[in-house]
């Protein structure tokens, strides 16, 4: 599933006839085109929150230059991000640091130096208290607080009941700006992303990987006074040589297009429905050895006992080498998991019911094998 972009499948013939049709009229002009208005129009159709949006080349970008805007907007240095989501590469956004109430960040990679990781300060996800506790003290140094709504990078973790709320409350007490990272969500959970599922409404948004229709695209976007903020019109540089590059543009526009057919997302969420459905009582069988988790069309699997699970602390201590034998064993049966128990699965519109009896039949097998 290519990590999360293909939610209508491998190779979809509308999407490839799209990019086909357009590179027969360049590859790139360098300079605005009717392609990217189009799919503007169409995310800002989509998207609660989005009244403005900027197209780049990847979700990276896309968070990189949000995290920029909302510095250049608030005149603040300092950033909250929460402890295991995962935002792209740039520096300043690959600081996870320890659990536990937010301390400076230290670098998660070698590469980030201690300069860039100090104004990013790193909360637990589900936890008001702790990030009450951080904006009560640094609030008028912090631009923006940036999370995945649903973290799918640090296996799925749920947002508790009320959670999500919470967060825009404290951003909104405190003068924070909230950046919501779609780029896994949005257009996933549903046609507006998490914020139209959880009905909270960030300031700035980032989109990716199913906004390209598998070619490379980002966007971010939101309220209309940031966004005025950017170059030529406002003083936050950012610009790009390929970005809104007419051939991942119409692919863009051939997907969301797809996207807003009626029943599309009734059609996946019962997919996801099924899955669950047919494979919790597998799952059942071992015990309480393996715990699955799912949101609409995203799931894992975990190698725990522990069945809560709404904590990055609790995910660590999952078995993950245990999780390298069972992607073997699936691997032996024709299923291709995502290749580490951090990542999540997607279903794609592609999936049928046959599939998806074909993937609980080898993970019951797979988890026979392994585990008795
Ligand atoms: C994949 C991902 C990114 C980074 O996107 P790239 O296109 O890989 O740079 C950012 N945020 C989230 C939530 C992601 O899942």
Same mark, same amino acid.
Request: glycine share 16%; with cysteine.
């Given at each position: 599933m290519s990590w999360g972009p293909l939610i209508f499948g491998h190779a979809d013939p509308q999407v490839i006839e799209a990019v086909r049709e357009t590179a027969l009229s360049g590859t790139s002009f360098g300079t605005p085109h009717r392609y990217e208005v189009e799919l503007a129009e169409l995310v800002i159709s989509m998207v609660p929150s989005i009244e403005k949006v900027r197209f780049v080349s990847s979700g990276t970008e896309a968070t990189m230059s949000a995290v920029r805007l909302a510095r250049g907007f608030t005149g603040r240095d300092k950033i909250i991000k929460l402890d295991g989501c995962y935002h792209g590469h740039a520096d300043f956004l690959l600081v996870a640091a320890g659990s536990g109430l937010a301390t400076f960040g230290t670098p998660d990679s070698a590469g980030v130096t201690e300069g860039n990781a100090k104004d990013t300060l790193v909360v637990p996800y589900n936890d008001l208290e702790a990030l009450s506790a951080v904006l009560e003290k640094e609030s008028t140094s912090i631009a923006a607080l940036i999370l995945e709504p649903v973290p799918c990078n640090y296996g799925l973790i749920?947002?508790?009941?009320?959670?999500?709320?919470?967060?825009r409350e404290l951003c909104d007490r405190y003068g924070v700006l909230l950046i919501f990272d779609e780029v896994i969500? &949005?257009? /996933?959970?549903a046609k507006g992303g998490a914020q139209e599922y959880f009905e909270v409404t960030p300031d700035l948004t980032t989109l990716g990987k199913i906004l390209g229709g598998g070619l490379p695209v980002g966007a971010y976007g939101g309220r209309k006074d940031i966004m005025a903020k950017i170059a030529p019109e406002g003083p936050v540089y950012q610009a790009g040589t390929l970005s809104g590059n007419p051939l991942a543009m119409a692919a863009g526009i051939a997907t969301m297009k797809k996207l807003n057919n009626q029943n599309f997302y009734t059609d996946l969420s019962?997919? &996801?429905r099924s899955l669950r459905d047919k494979l919790v009582p597998v799952i059942k069988k071992f015990n309480g050895a393996v715990q699955f /988790?799912? $949101?609409?069309? $995203?799931?894992?699997l975990y190698f725990t006992a522990d069945t809560d699970l709404s904590t990055v602390d609790q995910v660590r201590k999952c078995d993950m080498k245990m999780f390298g034998t069972f992607h073997s064993a699936m691997l032996? /049966? &024709? $299923?291709?998991?995502?290749?580490? &128990?951090?990542e999540v699965g997607f279903l794609s519109s592609a999936h049928t019911e046959s599939e998806i009896d074909r993937t609980v039949a080898a993970i019951a097998e797979s988890l026979e094998e392994i585990l008795s």
């Open positions: 749920l947002p508790s009941e009320g959670y999500l709320k919470g967060v969500s &949005g257009f /996933r959970l019962a997919k &996801g /988790r799912d $949101i609409e069309s $995203i799931f894992c032996k /049966r &024709g $299923i291709y998991l995502s290749p580490s &128990g951090y």
